[in-house]
Nanobody
Framework: QMQIVESGGGLVQTGGSLRLTCAASGSSISAYTMGWYRQAPGSRREFVASIADTGEISYRDSVKGRFTVSRANAKNTLTLQMNNLKPEDTAVYSC?????????WGQGTQVTVST
């Protein structure tokens, strides 16, 4: 079993930055694809960014050039650096670890971008 805890969310003005961290325990993340997802009120959860165990990285189009995902297997952590934040980035951001049929989620951290 893997436990995941996200941190780093908060309230920021448009154009500001936040750095989210996902800390995993109970199992090494090294063999997992790690990803960030978000869910805004009244909306479905959507993919934000991911980094595979191979290092391959993917982003949703709307965050390309603004968000950077990285992983530190030795520390069992995943980070999401978010720059030039926009009000439409407001959501609960959750971390996911996926490998074959295994999928683990954290509780999420709230990101609110004010105008």
């Amino acid at each position: 079993q893997m436990q995941i805890v996200e941190s780093g969310g908060g309230l920021v003005q448009t154009g500001g930055s936040l750095r989210l961290t996902c800390a995993a325990s109970g199992s090494s993340i090294s063999a997992y694809t790690m990803g960030w997802y978000r869910q805004a009120p009244g909306s479905r959860r959507e993919f934000v960014a991911s980094i595979a165990d191979t290092g391959e990285i993917s982003y949703r189009d709307s965050v390309k050039g603004r968000f950077t995902v990285s992983r530190a297997n030795a520390k069992n952590t995943l980070t999401l650096q978010m720059n030039n934040l926009k009000p439409e980035d407001t959501a609960v951001y959750s971390c996911n670890a996926e490998r074959n049929l295994l999928s683990y989620w954290g509780q999420g951290t709230q990101v609110t971008v004010s105008t």
